[in-house]
């Protein structure tokens, strides 16, 4: 099964996170199917920046967003 999921980079109190699509039982910092988006927690806006066709796309493909995921994504 498919997941769209976060996977965090950067150093360890400065965490940025990728939002990517990838098999379900994968490490967080394992083999990623697509990148769709960025998540940058320590930016005062919370920017939250993804592609929403690809998304879309993925969704229909059957892949599940994680409950991180679905709440960023609104």
């Not at 998540?39 to 919370?46: A, C, L, R, S, V």
């Amino acid at each position: 099964m498919l997941k769209i999921k976060l996977q965090p980079t950067g150093k360890r109190h400065q965490r940025f996170y990728r939002i990517v699509v990838a098999e379900d039982k994968s490490k967080l910092s394992g083999k990623v199917i697509d990148t769709i988006g960025t998540y940058n927690p320590h930016d005062p806006e919370n920017k939250v920046e993804i592609n929403k066709e690809n998304y879309q796309l993925w969704l229909t493909k059957g892949a599940q967003p994680t409950d991180t995921v679905r709440k960023l994504v609104k």
